[in-house]
């Protein structure tokens, strides 16, 4: 789409229009966008297309469009967070992530569902009500950046961003077919956020293919003030071709992240993806890094995340507030100066010991997820792989285990279920290190394909783009 309109193929217009008539006739099915604004896409794109006809430079994402998770600050747009507190918040400011697409030329379509205050990966809230998956409507599309893995996967829109604490880029991008990609804390500055010095969350890019997060990417890292974590490596790295030799390279592939329960269809789907890698040159050992520790230290320290964002919300509103964000901050109240000190023993532990762990192995891979995409009903599986899961983020261990170790991961298609249902593997890369990781994942990607196989939506047939 970049290229078309580059070469003037086609103008932003053009481009905007064609992804809201897909909005109009995909959406009403698969509930990803809660918000749209037409009028404004449609008046933003023709200042995209004077522009490029005046022969001013244009930026990265030029006339592309784009939508915004609902956690994220839109000036003039309505930003909910899933809360009927929030049924009609309209900012007057846009949050960093969403000012720096802007100002690289992408076009907001609108904003994506998310679960009640992002707590959760299954979308779903009182406000819009549940996303669908685009390749079943009748299973959960993830969470909680669900909506915008769900458009994307529609082909509602070819960018959209997310937010990442125990999965929420990772898990949805596996359930619908995308990529998802969690950066290195600070690779792309947050602002504003309750809490500027939280290492457990996350911000990224989400898109259908490594390449576009990639570009995605390039967009919207790179230092700002206002972030304390914020890193200050060029982000135009990331907008350079992907191409890499991966003879002799070493991964570990880990089929159970050290022990968790993962269901057999998760489990065949990953387990397939070792000739693709073999294929490219790599070395793959079997091992797994030592994630002692990591339950109680993730549940500690999300706690404590909570306390720090809805504490006051829980208490001036407890009745208009989910029951999950009434656990999580009643955990973190609970906790005892020890147990905060504990948490951080061991997440000091996880990080050296992945640090030195891939010091012999350059790459680690696993599932995303360790069930696939369950019944919408569902507010979590209740069970995985015959062991029952106690709460619900518990079914998220092989994502939230890599969230403590502060390395970067991505979560790329891999395969589907036999009963056709989207699978991803999970890559970690070394430390900060997202251009390998990103170098890999796309050598993947090419190597299988596994993104072009759409979803079988009705009135898929009679759309198409150029």
């Not at 990529?179 to 290195?184: A, E, I, N, Y």
């Not at 990224?204 to 990417?217: E, H, I, K, S, W």
């Not at 500690?300 to 999950?324: I, N, P």
């Not at 290190?433 to 196989?453: N, Y």
Request: hydrophobic residues 40%; proline residues 6%; contains cysteine.
């Amino acid at each position: 789409m970049r290229a078309l309109i580059q070469a003037r193929d086609i103008s932003a217009v053009e481009l905007a229009s064609a992804h809201l008539d897909r909005i109009r006739a995909c959406n009403p099915q698969i509930n990803a966008i809660v918000t749209l604004d037409a009028e404004r896409a449609l008046i933003a794109a023709a200042r995209a297309d004077q522009h490029q006809a005046s022969g001013a430079a244009i930026g990265l994402l030029h006339g592309l469009p784009i939508v915004h998770k609902d956690c994220f600050y839109t000036a003039g747009m309505r930003t909910t967070q899933g809360s009927p507190l929030f049924r009609d918040h309209v900012p007057d400011f846009d949050s960093l992530i969403v000012q720096r697409e802007r100002a690289a030329g992408a076009i907001t379509l609108g904003k994506s569902n998310v679960p009640e205050f992002c707590a959760g990966s299954h979308t779903f809230n009182t406000v819009f009500g549940a996303t669908r998956n685009p390749y079943a409507p009748t299973r959960s599309a993830g969470g909680s950046s669900g909506g915008s893995a769900a458009a994307l996967a529609a082909r509602m829109t070819p960018l959209a961003d997310g937010s990442d604490m125990g999965g929420s880029l990772r898990n949805p991008a596996a359930f619908c077919n995308v990529v998802g990609l969690r950066p290195s804390i600070g690779r792309i500055p947050h602002w504003p956020q309750a809490n500027p010095f939280n290492t457990l969350t996350a911000i990224g890019p989400m898109a259908r293919t490594v390449g576009d997060v990639a570009l995605l990417l390039a967009a919207i890292a790179g230092t700002d003030a206002r972030d304390p974590y914020s890193l200050t490596d060029d982000p135009r790295r990331y907008a350079a071709p992907l191409r890499r030799d991966f003879r002799g390279t070493r991964i570990a592939y880990c089929a159970d992240w050290g022990g968790l329960p993962v269901d057999d269809d998760i489990r065949g789907a990953t387990d397939n993806t070792l000739p693709v890698f073999r294929e490219l040159g790599l070395d793959v050992v079997h091992r797994s890094p030592d994630f002692t520790g990591a339950d109680q230290a993730f549940q500690t320290l999300r706690g404590l995340a909570f306390v720090m964002s809805y504490e006051q919300t829980v208490t001036d509103h407890g009745t208009q507030v989910k029951d999950a964000v009434h656990w999580n901050v009643a955990m973190g109240l609970a906790q005892t100066a020890a147990d905060i000190a504990a948490a951080e023993r061991v997440r000091a532990t996880l990080h050296a010991h992945l640090r030195d762990f891939m010091r012999d192995h350059e790459f680690l891979v696993g599932p995303v997820t360790q069930v696939s995409p369950f019944p919408i009903e569902q507010e979590y599986p209740p069970t995985v792989a015959g062991v029952s899961m106690d709460n619900y983020i518990d079914w998220m261990r092989s994502c939230y285990y890599l969230t403590l170790t502060g390395h970067p991961c991505i979560s790329v298609p891999c395969g589907f279920t036999p009963a056709g249902l989207p699978v991803g593997i999970q890559i970690v890369g070394r430390y900060r290190d997202e251009l390998g990781l990103l170098q890999l994942a796309h050598a993947f990607e090419q190597a299988t394909g596994v993104w072009r196989q759409l979803p079988d939506m009705q009135g898929m047939a009679n759309l198409s783009f150029r």
